[in-house]
């Protein structure tokens, strides 16, 4: 019983003992493999797809903001849900995080909800905004209609995932990501091209093999967060008990979180306009990169989910030494990572094209695409831990300020001047140039707290 007991304070207290390099590994690993392994099969979808035709892949990458909103969805719930866990047991308030938990996966059934409402309403309506090829229109509606309505899968899922996290546990989120994108892999040709006797069902059988995948991912995540050994966090809803702190909780975290991934959404919706103006061939290329870029970005995304529940919990604890220190493990990690992206995309754009069998006019585009977009990668890694450590702390709307400031205040404004004055090869500079004006300013506010918050702390003890 007493080596029992060691061990649970053993495993509560590891974000505030273990050294930073080797917990940020620990804890980020798992994320990132999975996190890579959806990047895999959000790659396949595209490539598979782009076999059926132009069209088709031009359908899906039109559909792709909306994708986007449902991502904003869970991912900001999941940051809320997340964070405020990891605050709680950094406080040594283990049962309020157990009710943290409950909350989100309420919240998690009323967004599914609301995502069949949205994709019932808007699916052909949205795809029409870009063209009036009834082709495109066709496959757009029925790719968006199957993914909103049932998107009930990843949402769900997610509320699991963040539940885990925030209480430290990594490897079990992996093996659910895991499980989701192979299952997604392995359907995806069976259903798009017919085998084993299934009918060829092309782009609706992409958006059915997606959510498949996500629907059998959540069964699982299910059985381990309410049935599954050795959680920190036991749930259960007998004991469940409204409480509208918690809530509003999430919400101040999660709701910033989400804007500011919904964002995404509209500048990919306000830069496909841009792009429509030049040919889908542009429009296709700029989707074809929204998917390969996630090889790069999905590794920041799995690190930034390593180092939340370090950053909240040393918020909680008042440990102000650890939390800068993981800020800078982070992002020195970060910047490495980035350049290698870089890299990659200057030295092998022809490659990458490649395999989305694309036109000449396609391949001509994407190299430039790809080269001058990357340029800003390192800067937007640095970026993506600062805004992390301010989403850990409670302070999201800091993070969506910046993300609104480098969307919709630089990036569209100064894409559209840019392919006024040079076409369509300058508009891609409009990433780096928002990139760096979001950077300054998350700095700005990060120095902001850093006197008005941590100062605080000094007359009071710090965690070990």
């Known amino acids: 019983m007493k080596q029992t007991q060691e061990t649970q304070i053993k495993k509560e207290n590891k974000m505030g003992t273990v050294p930073i390099p080797r917990l940020l590994f620990a804890m980020s690993l798992p994320a990132i493999i999975s996190m890579l392994i959806q990047a895999m099969y959000n790659i396949v979808d595209s490539i598979f797809v782009a076999q059926v ?12 903001p909306v994708q986007m909103i449902i991502i904003a969805c869970f991912v900001g719930m999941g940051v809320g849900i997340n964070s405020a866990i990891s605050r709680r047991l950094g406080e040594k308030k283990k049962s309020e995080a157990v009710n943290v938990a409950e909350h989100g996966f309420i919240i998690a059934i009323i967004l599914s909800l609301i995502m069949v409402v949205i994709g019932f309403f808007i699916s052909e309506m949205f795809i029409s905004l870009f063209t009036d090829n009834e082709l495109i229109i066709s496959q757009g509606r029925n790719y968006l209609l199957i993914v909103t309505m049932l998107s009930f899968g ?13 209480s430290g546990d990594m490897i079990k989120p992996m093996i659910g990501q895991i499980l989701g994108a192979v299952l997604n892999i392995i359907f995806n040709p069976i259903l798009v091209f017919g085998l084993f006797g299934f009918p ?22 299910l059985f381990v967060v309410f049935k599954g050994k050795n959680n920190l966090l036991k749930l259960d809803f007998k004991s469940f008990h409204y409480d509208k702190t918690i809530f509003r909780d999430i919400l101040k975290v999660g709701l910033p979180s989400a804007i500011m991934q919904g964002l995404a959404s509209i500048m990919i919706t306000g830069y496909n306009l841009i792009l429509a103006t030049f040919g889908m061939s542009a429009v296709a290329v700029f989707g074809i990169y929204f998917k390969v870029q996630s090889f790069v970005f999905m590794p920041i995304f799995g690190l930034a989910q390593g180092a939340m529940p370090i950053f909240g919990f040393n918020f909680g604890a008042r440990n102000e030494k650890r939390f800068k220190d993981t ?7 970060a910047l490495i990572v980035m350049c290698i992206g870089v890299l990659i995309f ?5 490659q990458i094209m ?30 993506i831990m600062i805004a992390t450590s301010f989403q ?10 910046a993300s609104f400031i480098r969307q919709m205040i630089f990036l569209l404004p100064v894409s559209f001047l840019l392919s006024r004055i040079g076409g369509l090869d300058l508009v891609w500079y409009g990433f780096l140039i928002s990139e760096i004006v979001c950077l300054a300013y998350e ?6 707290y850093k006197r008005t918050i941590f100062s605080k702390w000094e007359a009071v003890p710090t965690a070990p």
């Open 354 to 383: 490649s395999a989305f069998n694309p036109s000449e006019e396609m391949m001509a585009i994407g190299i430039h695409c790809l080269r001058v977009i990357s340029l800003a990668f390192p800067v937007a890694g640095a970026s």
């Open 392 to 401: 850990a702390i409670g302070k999201a709307h800091v993070s969506m300020i």
């Open 200 to 221: 060829a069902l092309g782009v609706v059988g992409s958006a059915i093999a997606t959510v498949s995948g996500q629907i059998i991912g959540m069964g699982y995540m």
């Open 327 to 333: 800020l800078k493990v982070v992002t020195t990690v």
């Open 154 to 166: 990843s949402i769900i899922t997610q509320a699991a995932f963040s539940t885990l996290q925030g």
């Open 346 to 350: 200057w030295v092998f754009p022809t």
């Open 443 to 448: 700095l700005h506010m990060y120095r902001r």
């Open 53 to 64: 035709g132009e069209e088709a892949l031009t359908a899906v990458s039109l559909a792709f």
